[in-house]
């Protein structure tokens, strides 16, 4: 290969320049700087072109979907891995993407190469060994050129290549560390080619970093074709694997997994996860289809109101925005007189799951005003809405199907605005709701 130079290039007036700035000396952008491989100048040939095709006469096979040896991955991915794709998956360090990779690995009867830039073939075997058998199609390469690894691609002809990680990847053609924006954008995009080429599925592990995605693989969403997140409480051993970017399908699905000794296992039901039967008829709970991604799932708040002893009452919540609390807890003083001024409020989504769904605005106050008052939320009760500053109830989106997922688990009174008599009751104040469940009267 013809030696390449590398330069720094600005990503916001893409202005170049041979050695790295902290500010862009040309428009005055902060950190904007990326070493980039350029062409080294007098060389600038005429570059070969192929022969045009004409659309028509291109033969299309049927995809060849590989299945990822779980069905619900393969559901997220719309049906598996294919021939030339390649899909980034980043998550938090330690939460479980190398496991979840070297499973499918092990499940896939393909040749498949896992690329260690992390760990030593035996710590990999050593897992291997935790999470099931081993096929004799599975090979491991300890390899941090980028170069050298897809040499061994158009070797070996792999149907399935696993980068454990991104991160540790580098190219000899620039001068930055491996983990650098520089380096891990031009060795994805090196390897995006190869796959291609080759009509090798490729998974890449990224590492995000706590600070967010600045140096992080995020940085790689154009360049591949599907980007899944890993996610989860590290503590818990719930995972969550949510498509963020998809070629080939839809965006937005979730897979839940539990994590156990052995690897990843399937949640067949995950509402199961989010709510125990055991505290329903105690005060300080309400229950809610809520919606994670697109998924309706029966979800289970809690909360707990305590006199408190400092001189600004605290409002902690875990699994939804702190600051959609306030805004409730200033709703349910105007709009239903719960006077939580001097007492601390704590709200916990049950399961270490994260919602952004303002569909769970009335479960969050009815599972505060039920424990403040010492009251319980009768059994076969949901709630479902957004909750109005006015105190005014909105129907969430989505209503039919977390109509149908209340259904599963009993609920025989879903409680909310534009809720049929059939299922339960149609509310339109946070006042009508207090007033139907609990037979508070608010006002008079
Ligand atoms: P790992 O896959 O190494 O995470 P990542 O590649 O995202 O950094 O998994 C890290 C944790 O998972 C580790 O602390 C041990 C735990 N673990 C299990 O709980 N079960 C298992 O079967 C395995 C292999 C690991
Ligand atoms: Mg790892």
Redesign the pocket.
Request: proline content about 5%; charged content about 20%.
């Given at each position: 290969m013809a030696k390449t130079s590398s330069s720094y290039v600005c990503q916001q007036c893409q202005a170049k320049f041979a050695s790295w700035f902290g500010k862009c000396p040309s428009c005055d952008s902060w950190n904007s700087l990326v070493e980039t491989v350029g062409v080294p100048s007098g060389s600038k040939r005429r570059a070969e072109t192929q022969p045009l095709q004409r659309l028509v006469d291109i033969k299309t096979v049927g995809k060849k979907w590989m299945s990822t040896g779980f069905p619900d991955i393969d559901r997220l991915l719309s049906g598996g891995f294919l021939p030339g794709m390649v899909m980034l998956l980043a998550?938090?360090?330690?939460?479980?993407?190398?496991?979840?990779l070297l499973q499918i690995a092990a499940s896939l009867k393909q040749p498949t190469l896992y690329i260690a830039g992390e760990e030593s073939p035996e710590q990999i075997r050593y897992?291997a060994d935790?999470?099931g058998s081993i096929p004799p199609t599975l090979s491991v390469l300890p390899e941090l050129n980028v170069d050298a690894v897809i040499a061994a691609i158009e070797t070996h002809k792999p149907a399935f290549v696993v980068i454990?990680s991104i991160q540790t990847m580098s190219t000899s053609d620039l001068l930055g560390a491996a983990g650098s924006i520089g380096q891990v954008r031009e060795c994805a995009s090196r390897l995006t080619i190869a796959a291609k080429r080759v009509g090798a599925a490729i998974a890449m592990?990224g590492?995000v970093t706590k600070t967010g995605a600045v140096a992080g693989p995020m940085t790689l969403e154009h360049i591949v074709d599907t980007v899944v997140m890993?996610e989860g409480e590290e503590r818990l051993?719930l995972r969550i694997l949510r498509v963020l970017k998809h070629r080939f399908g839809t965006t937005d699905e979730t897979a839940f997994f539990s994590?156990?000794?052995?690897?990843f296992v399937s949640a067949s039901d995950p509402s199961r996860l989010f709510f125990s039967e055991e505290t329903v008829g105690r005060p300080g709970m309400a229950l809610v289809p809520a919606l994670h991604g697109r998924r309706p799932l029966m979800v289970e708040i809690q909360a707990l109101t305590a006199p408190t002893v400092l001189s600004y009452p605290r409002r902690v919540s875990v699994g939804l925005e702190t600051e959609r609390l306030h805004v409730l807890l200033a709703v349910l003083l105007r709009h239903g007189r719960v006077e939580l001024g001097t007492e601390d409020v704590f709200m916990n989504v049950v399961g270490g799951l994260s919602l952004q769904d303002p569909g769970v605005d009335l479960a969050v106050c009815m599972a505060v005003y039920s424990g403040f008052r010492g009251r319980a939320v009768p059994g076969g009760v949901a709630f479902i809405g957004e909750v109005g500053l006015l105190g005014e109830l909105r129907p969430p989106s989505r209503l039919a199907d977390r109509v149908k997922e209340a259904k599963r688990f009993e609920i025989s009174r879903l409680v909310g605005p534009n809720i049929s008599t059939r299922d339960g009751w149609d509310v339109r104040t946070l006042e009508d709701c207090l007033r139907h469940v609990f037979e508070e009267r608010v006002h008079g």
């Amino acid at each position: 290969m013809a030696k390449t130079s590398s330069s720094y290039v600005c990503q916001q007036c893409q202005a170049k320049f041979a050695s790295w700035f902290g500010k862009c000396p040309s428009c005055d952008s902060w950190n904007s700087l990326v070493e980039t491989v350029g062409v080294p100048s007098g060389s600038k040939r005429r570059a070969e072109t192929q022969p045009l095709q004409r659309l028509v006469d291109i033969k299309t096979v049927g995809k060849k979907w590989m299945s990822t040896g779980f069905p619900d991955i393969d559901r997220l991915l719309s049906g598996g891995f294919l021939p030339g794709m390649v899909m980034l998956l980043a998550g938090n360090p330690g939460i479980g993407k190398s496991t979840l990779l070297l499973q499918i690995a092990a499940s896939l009867k393909q040749p498949t190469l896992y690329i260690a830039g992390e760990e030593s073939p035996e710590q990999i075997r050593y897992r291997a060994d935790r999470v099931g058998s081993i096929p004799p199609t599975l090979s491991v390469l300890p390899e941090l050129n980028v170069d050298a690894v897809i040499a061994a691609i158009e070797t070996h002809k792999p149907a399935f290549v696993v980068i454990d990680s991104i991160q540790t990847m580098s190219t000899s053609d620039l001068l930055g560390a491996a983990g650098s924006i520089g380096q891990v954008r031009e060795c994805a995009s090196r390897l995006t080619i190869a796959a291609k080429r080759v009509g090798a599925a490729i998974a890449m592990i990224g590492h995000v970093t706590k600070t967010g995605a600045v140096a992080g693989p995020m940085t790689l969403e154009h360049i591949v074709d599907t980007v899944v997140m890993l996610e989860g409480e590290e503590r818990l051993n719930l995972r969550i694997l949510r498509v963020l970017k998809h070629r080939f399908g839809t965006t937005d699905e979730t897979a839940f997994f539990s994590m156990n000794e052995s690897g990843f296992v399937s949640a067949s039901d995950p509402s199961r996860l989010f709510f125990s039967e055991e505290t329903v008829g105690r005060p300080g709970m309400a229950l809610v289809p809520a919606l994670h991604g697109r998924r309706p799932l029966m979800v289970e708040i809690q909360a707990l109101t305590a006199p408190t002893v400092l001189s600004y009452p605290r409002r902690v919540s875990v699994g939804l925005e702190t600051e959609r609390l306030h805004v409730l807890l200033a709703v349910l003083l105007r709009h239903g007189r719960v006077e939580l001024g001097t007492e601390d409020v704590f709200m916990n989504v049950v399961g270490g799951l994260s919602l952004q769904d303002p569909g769970v605005d009335l479960a969050v106050c009815m599972a505060v005003y039920s424990g403040f008052r010492g009251r319980a939320v009768p059994g076969g009760v949901a709630f479902i809405g957004e909750v109005g500053l006015l105190g005014e109830l909105r129907p969430p989106s989505r209503l039919a199907d977390r109509v149908k997922e209340a259904k599963r688990f009993e609920i025989s009174r879903l409680v909310g605005p534009n809720i049929s008599t059939r299922d339960g009751w149609d509310v339109r104040t946070l006042e009508d709701c207090l007033r139907h469940v609990f037979e508070e009267r608010v006002h008079g």
